[in-house]
């Protein structure tokens, strides 16, 4: 008598995700994509559950079928604002979940995290930010929102079982507010950072990926390359993401003309992954700036590309850039110190080649999303 086929292992995916199947560069967006892909690639069923506001005045949920990878979208009144949607979009998500009756769930984000951990079901929230360091970075009008991310991260982090933590900082951040076990796996980043064809860059560009805002700093970083530029007189730095708005927005422009750097200094606006591989291949390096982060998504792509990294040593980044071997680390808010990197990588081209293929060598082995994926189906099995 044979024996009945076991079913396919069913997985929801809580997370932000992208409209298309082209995921935006950077961000739990991005690692929502390609977690999916690597998920699928393993063989099981994967169920992404999302919300997004949208401008009817009831909820409604629209899936979509491609194959083991169904997404469904809960859409929450735009009417109320995004903090209140956070706290909204718990219950809604619950109520999906008892719809798919996942097997097990990855939750990625606090409202996330929540619904997943409330739900019942075996669950393993993934921890990608640090609220509490991030609302003393954000802007007051950003405050509200991040209030309710913190009390909703609290409250999971209070009954959650199974925390994946990205790096060894965020698993120092939780350790003490938990009784959770802890996982450590990486971030996973697209194909598409391995495979872009490879061309000799601009010997004196440096690429930003980052939203314009203070968190990320990019004043310090305008105002290093000013100084890398008494050196380097044709250095240039492109910078992608969200354009800068506001009062903040103001800060960086007139930062800009006070150092006379309007010629070198170009906003290249938001781009989807494609777009920011060729980016990283057309670019000597890539430098950020960050006054705090958790694991940027981008350090990974860049070393999938073979490009070496100048970052500031805050939250997991000295996890990722392995000093003097895929690029160097320096001091949040030292302009001088990062000018110093930025300038060593430039004007030496043969130690730039090593730092980059070292950095290759990092993310093939621990940032493919197959790779990712596995680990994660591996871990949800044994939930």
């Known amino acids: 008598m044979t024996e009945p086929s076991r079913r396919q292992l069913r997985i929801a995916l809580l997370c932000h995700y992208p409209d298309d199947d082209i995921a935006p560069a950077g961000g739990v967006w991005s690692v929502g994509r390609n977690l999916a892909v690597g998920l699928v690639n393993t063989g099981v069923e994967v169920h992404v559950v999302r919300y997004k506001p949208a401008d009817h005045g009831a909820a409604r949920v629209h899936v979509r079928d491609n194959g083991q990878l169904f997404v469904h979208t809960i859409e929450l009144p735009r009417r109320r604002r995004q903090p209140f949607r956070r706290i909204d979009a718990v219950p809604a998500l619950i109520a999906r979940l008892n719809e798919i009756r996942p097997d097990a769930i990855t ?21 990608h930010g640090m609220p509490r360091q991030e609302f003393r970075a954000f802007h007051w009008q950003n405050r509200l929102d991040m209030a309710v991310t913190l009390w909703q991260d609290w409250l999971m982090v209070r009954d959650v079982q199974d925390i994946v933590a990205i790096n060894n900082y965020a698993i120092d951040q939780y350790r003490r507010r938990t009784n959770a076990r802890f996982h450590r796996i990486n971030i996973p980043i697209g194909e598409v950072f391995f495979s872009a064809a490879p061309r000799t860059p601009d010997p004196h560009s440096v690429l930003m990926v980052e939203g314009m805002n203070e968190r990320k700093d990019p004043v310090t970083m305008i105002q290093a390359i000013a100084l890398v530029r008494r050196r380097i007189p044709d250095v240039r730095l492109d910078i992608a993401g969200r354009l800068p708005a506001g009062s903040y927005g103001e800060t960086v422009r007139q930062t800009i003309a006070d150092l006379d750097m309007d010629g070198c200094v170009t906003f290249v606006g938001l781009v989807n992954q494609p ?4 980016l990283y291949a057309s670019h000597a390096m890539l430098a950020l700036s960050s006054r705090q982060e958790t694991s940027p998504c981008v350090i990974a792509e860049a070393m999938a590309g073979g490009r070496p990294v100048v970052a500031t040593a805050v939250g997991g980044v000295s996890e990722m850039v392995l000093e003097d071997e895929t690029g ?15 300038e060593a990588v430039l004007a030496d081209p043969s130690n730039a080649r090593r730092l980059g293929e070292r950095g290759r060598v990092v993310a093939e082995q621990g940032y493919r999303r197959n790779v990712i994926g596995r680990q994660y189906t591996d871990l949800l099995q044994r939930l």
Not at 109 to 125: K, Q, T
Not at 332 to 340: F, I, P
């Open 107 to 127: 939750a990625h984000e606090s409202e996330y995290g929540l619904a997943a951990v409330r739900s019942g079901l075996p669950a393993a929230v993934t921890i």
């Open 275 to 278: 777009e920011l591989a060729d």
């Open 328 to 342: 160097f680390v320096v001091p949040a808010g030292d302009a001088q110190a990062l000018a110093d990197r930025i």
